[in-house]
């Protein structure tokens, strides 16, 4: 005898929650990697911060507020770089994982809402994330003396969400691809460069040669950046302001969309091949 | 009757050296990101330079640097860290690798020297890495340097010095896979805090006195100078005989402890049974 | 309506093979048309060599794979059009032991897949309990997977299969790598479903497995199933024949078809023994005990050395070799 008297919406928070608590209990019980990570993010930024030090001014410990404002440009690039790795990392990654381990058979057999279940994944890295994020910033303002300080932090957190929207939605799109194409590593690393190079991540897209500008502005991660980092430090906005939160409104919600269809697609043609848990 | 000897260790290596290369001929794709790295980091710090240094930001380096040469200056920096990064992880993973598929058993049952199997499962992958530093920073120098183009040479020189310590910290990791199984994300952090410090993109001086006496027991710190002073200012190796010395010196402890260190590993690990373990 | 009814199932996989710009289209066949039902409370046993097409068909059946034409219906829901449906109604165990999450315990990975299955978290919990201590994994539910042995991360996937008490199970290779006793007690669990009203789809390559446990077998090979029925009725149509097992050493490899070259010989088929040292012949032949003088002298005169003959009583193995003309373990 069995029961199945849960309501729709029950099945997918339960599900939601039987992910999460996976994944947190997998992630803690590898120690190695949870100290890992929290000591080679920070160890990232810094390593890089350095190098960019040498291209501000040389100044006095007194007027280190004015150089710290480039490192706290780099510094929020730093933040989205780390947040956009949920996706192609986070995700993507955790994906090809569970099939070169032999779980992802399970995953499809089971009458679970996909997006959930990856979505439960998500929230985990969110979360880990976010203490990462948190004690950098503790560390700069203690190594660096550099605080960061957030000019609007309303407007701040909404595109951050916004930006979160767009991320699940990637990385729906980064699972199925995982699904679809093995050699996810190659994939991966160069999805992950073309961020940090072509949207504005790292330095403004104002940088680089001006056809190159325009393919960045074709990226929905561009204006996404753009926003967040206007509402952080006041930078000036790549287009007209209301039309840039429109556009950013409207990437977020397409990339959303397009990763709930593209990883369906992907898994329904996975089935037909017969690929799905083939590593 | 196989008998055992330097003639036979070197006929072990060559096999394993062919094994890998015929791996690496089917999969080309994993040396295309190799090549791409030192020029995609390059120009993610010139970047940010640009970014937040504005319209004085080459003033500022040089002023830092003692050379307006940047391009140079990083991708040096780039390629001795992605070749670094190579060899200590490969030597470490490759028993990972090994221990994954199962075959490390089999490969720890022949005959042959550890130190033979150690080096010879990563040669293949340094060996292609060093001729890739080759391309990568001659490429460089040709366009943005052309009158220093034959200083490629020695500081390649100086590089293949400076690999040989390293292989001593993989023979490090070596045994610490065997013990822990998990060496990828310790090998990160490790060439992470390396890369800091031993001045991949800034001069060490940049660092805390403390840290710079950290940076004077790495073979990279006198690798990455002494490529930068060879390419830039046109030194010769001659001219930094202090530095070579001291690589000389380098090149035969980190072997040594290295090797001393995985050995007394795998001998415990025969005892509690860790080899087939993963 | 059975619990699984499947008509004309096919699958056929699209290819591309050969190297960089040489890449050549090719299409493989990998289950051609198979029809059968399986009412309930029985066992029916899906027995194949490798690459017969056994895992292809299991896995149109759970979903993971969609057919190329026909279908199967699982309680009635369509594999190809009712997936979600399917799933429901189903308990699968796949083979292997890599099914599970190594970081977790025995218990945790049951309570995860048991939200998964969306079972009711009391229910759920009582049913983890009662699986763990059928399956003798009662005393180990803390442990984590990764420290269990296979054979008890086997059993641990069996539970698995059986949380959401499906109608219809499908178990594929469920005592592959299992010791004796082991086998002996997921076997005895198999029976008691198959009592309960389960009907129960297994894959085995172990033919004595399929023997003991099938009300009904279909033999499948190339994607076909070649045979179909009882056990005891399969082998009854080998049994008008004799079965001889010469075991031998230098066996010439056209020895097989030489045999066939005696009229009284119907079959022949060559496996090599469990020592690897020596071969064995199995021979399905008429009036074997006329003919098999001439059978050993003819293999004498080939130089081959003869170490022992048997009579044997038909298996599901020469009810194979009797349809294909291979052996099982080909």
């Not at chain 2, 794709?29 to 970014?51: H, K, N, S, V, Y």
């Amino acid at each position: 005898m069995n029961s199945r008297n849960i309501s729709y919406p029950s099945r997918l928070i339960e599900e939601f929650r039987a992910s999460f608590l996976k994944d947190i209990r997998s992630y803690f019980r590898y120690p190695a990697w949870v100290i890992g990570e929290f000591l080679s993010t920070p160890l990232w930024f810094f390593f890089f911060a350095l190098g960019v030090t040498l291209f501000v001014p040389v100044v006095s410990v007194a007027a280190r507020g004015t150089a710290s404002t480039g490192i706290s440009y780099f510094f929020f690039g730093f933040i989205f770089i780390v947040l956009f790795s949920t996706s192609v990392w986070g995700v993507g990654q955790s994906v090809r994982n569970e099939q070169e381990s032999g779980t992802l058979e399970q995953f499809f057999l089971a009458p679970a809402n996909r997006a959930t279940l990856i979505l439960g994944r998500w929230a985990r890295i969110f979360l880990t994330d976010s203490l990462i994020i948190s004690y950098t910033t503790v560390l700069l303002y203690l190594i660096g003396g550099t605080a960061v300080a957030i000019l609007n932090p309303t407007l701040f957190i909404l595109s951050v969400g916004l930006y979160e929207l767009s991320l699940i939605g990637f990385g729906l799109f980064m699972a199925g691809l995982t699904i679809r194409i093995k050699a996810y590593n190659s994939i991966g690393n160069a999805i992950f460069f073309g961020y940090m190079i072509f949207t504005g991540a790292l330095f403004p897209i104002t940088v680089l040669p001006q056809p190159v500008r325009y393919f960045s502005m074709l990226l929905p991660f561009t204006y996404l950046n753009d926003v967040m980092r206007h509402a952080a430090l006041g930078t000036t906005m790549i287009l007209p302001e209301n039309l840039e939160y429109t556009v950013a409104i409207l990437a977020s919600v397409a990339m959303l969309i397009f990763g709930f269809v593209a990883f369906n697609k992907i898994e329904q043609d996975a089935r037909v091949k017969g690929s799905i848990a083939t590593s | 009757m196989p008998t055992s000897g330097l003639k036979s260790d070197m006929q072990a290596l060559t096999a394993i050296f062919c094994k890998g290369l015929k791996h690496h001929i089917r999969y080309p794709g994993e040396f295309a990101i190799f090549l791409m790295l030192p020029f995609l980091f390059t120009f993610l710090i010139l970047g940010m330079g640009d970014a937040v240094g504005g319209n004085n930001a080459a003033a500022y380096f040089a002023a830092r640097t003692g050379t307006t040469n940047i391009v140079i200056y990083e991708i040096l920096g780039s390629a001795v860290w992605m070749t670094s990064w190579v060899v200590i992880e490969d030597v470490g993973t490759a028993i990972r690798d090994e221990q994954i598929k199962g075959t490390l058993e089999q490969n720890f049952l022949a005959p042959v020297h550890r130190f033979t199997l150690l080096v010879g499962l990563s040669l293949t992958d340094v060996v292609i890495t060093s001729i890739l530093f080759l391309v990568v920073v001659g490429v460089t120098v040709a366009v943005v340097l052309p009158s220093s183009f034959l200083t490629v040479i020695p500081a390649f020189l100086a590089l293949l010095l400076g690999l040989i310590p390293l292989f001593g910290i993989g023979f490090l990791f070596a045994g610490f896979v065997v013990r822990f199984k998990e060496p990828y994300i310790f090998i990160q952090i490790v060439n992470l805090v390396f890369a800091t410090l031993t001045g991949t993109y800034y001069p060490v001086t940049l660092l805390p006195y403390w840290v710079q006496v950290l940076s004077g027991v790495l073979p990279q710190t006198y690798v990455i100078d002494a490529m930068r002073r060879i390419v830039i200012a046109n030194q010769t190796l001659v001219n930094l005989y202090g530095s070579i010395f001291i690589l000389l010196a380098l090149a035969l402890a980190y072997p040594i402890v290295g090797y001393a260190v995985f050995r007394r590993i795998e001998r415990k690990a025969s005892v509690t049974g860790e080899f087939s373990k993963y | 309506m059975n619990p699984v009814e499947v008509s004309q199932l096919s699958k056929t996989f699209e290819t591309r093979e050969g190297r960089l710009f040489r890449k050549v289209h090719r299409s493989v066949v990998a289950v051609d048309g198979i029809d059968f039902s399986v009412p309930k409370g029985e066992i029916f046993g899906l027995l194949g060599p490798n690459g017969a097409g056994k895992t292809t068909t299991i896995k149109m059946l759970c979903t993971l794979i969609t057919p190329s034409s026909g279908d199967a219906f699982i309680n009635g829901f369509s594999v190809a059009k009712d997936q979600q449906k399917v799933r429901e109604n189903l308990g699968v165990m796949l083979t292997g032991e890599r099914t599970l999450y190594w970081k977790l315990t025995g218990q945790e990975n049951l309570e995860y897949f048991a939200a998964l299955y969306h079972l009711d978290s009391a229910y759920a919990k009582n049913r983890i309990l009662e699986l763990l201590k059928l399956v003798g994994l009662n005393e180990r539910q803390d442990t984590l997977v990764e420290n269990y042995s296979t054979g008890m991360r086997i059993r641990l996937s069996f539970a698995k299969a059986l949380l959401n008490d499906a109608r219809v199970l499908l178990f594929d290779e469920p005592t592959a790598s299992l010791d004796p006793q082991s086998s002996h007690l997921i076997r005895d669990i198999i029976r008691d479903l198959k009592r309960e009203g389960h009907a129960i789809i297994l894959t085995t390559h172990n033919m004595e497995e399929a023997d003991l446990l099938s009300d009904r077998v279909a033999i499948i090979d190339q994607g076909k199933i070649v045979s179909l029925g009882p056990p005891s009725e399969l082998k009854q149509k080998v049994k008008s024949s004799d079965v001889i097992e010469i075991e031998a050493r230098n066996l010439a490899k056209q020895t097989p078809a030489a045999l066939q070259s005696f009229s009284e010989v119907s079959k022949v088929a060559i496996t090599p023994s469990q020592t690897g040292e020596t071969e064995l012949l199995r021979v399905h032949v008429e009036k074997g005990k006329e003919v098999l003088p001439r059978i050993l002298e003819f293999l004498v005169r080939k130089q081959a050395t003869i170490t022992k003959v048997t009579f044997i009583e038909p298996t599901l193995e020469d009810v194979f070799i009797a349809e294909t003309g291979r052996s099982l373990r080909d």
